[in-house]
């Protein structure tokens, strides 16, 4: 009898969670963007690749000649832990801002003032994370998009791929106008097992993500910012 009582209770609690998180789902965004959440759009990327954002139609050739590109940076502020740590995410961060550098500077002029005609981009990087397949709704723990470690519940393990979320906007230079918003999440490569045990992200898990980004970033800003 009690055996049967904590298993209506176990079943009970499963299915009030899984209708918690279908009629409340986990926070996306990290807040990096104040407001303007409420503009994205599901779209395909100038590659194909699945991406939230709003355009404004202002972000033409027409209007605008040369790019301000701030630094990438953190937020909010990281949280390394045994599976993400400190050194991965500035090799990270590192990474992405020099290939936005290079892919980007190669296709359109890049200025450090602002002015007539200069759009000003500003990202960040909102999350860093393991996350374990296959895990049922009720598993699911909001992150609220800090740097964090999904951990496995089950005691034989599940194989974990790097994740990486990121927003970024572009502005007017002169007038603060807000002329695109984005918001990326990728799945890198499976985890490998660490020398002295344990799974970490690296960069390497990552590059393949950040490469696509990168060079989607760098063929809209070439259309819609005058090219080289």
């Excluded at 003032?113 to 393991?130: D, E, H, L």
Aim: charged fraction near 25%.
């Amino acid at each position: 009898m009690l055996s049967r009582l904590l298993a209506s209770i176990a079943a009970a609690a499963i299915a009030s969670a899984l209708m918690s998180c279908a009629g409340t789902p986990p926070p996306k965004y990290s807040g990096y963007l104040g407001d303007d959440y409420k503009l994205l759009k599901e779209e395909k990327d100038d590659l194909g690749a699945p991406v939230l954002r709003f355009v404004s139609p202002q972000l033409t050739p027409a209007n605008y000649h040369s790019l301000i590109l701030e630094p990438v940076q953190f937020y909010p502020e990281p949280r390394p832990d045994s599976q993400v740590s400190m050194g991965a995410l500035n090799d990270i961060r590192d990474y992405l801002n020099r290939s936005i550098r290079e892919k980007v500077g190669a296709k359109v002029n890049v200025v450090d003032k602002p002015g007539p005609g200069v759009a000003r981009f500003r990202g960040a990087i909102t999350a860093v994370n393991a996350q374990t397949e296959a895990l049922a709704a009720y598993q699911y723990i909001p992150i609220a998009l800090i740097v964090t470690a999904a951990k496995d519940a089950s005691a034989g393990g599940r194989p974990e791929d790097a994740r990486i979320f990121a927003e970024g906007e572009v502005l007017d230079s002169v007038s603060g106008a807000r002329l695109a918003v984005a918001v990326r999440e990728g799945t890198g490569e499976r985890l490998k097992q660490a020398k002295g045990g344990g799974k970490q992200v690296t960069l390497d898990e990552l590059k393949p993500v950040i490469d696509k980004w990168v060079d989607a970033f760098a063929v809209a800003a070439s259309q819609r910012i005058k090219s080289k």
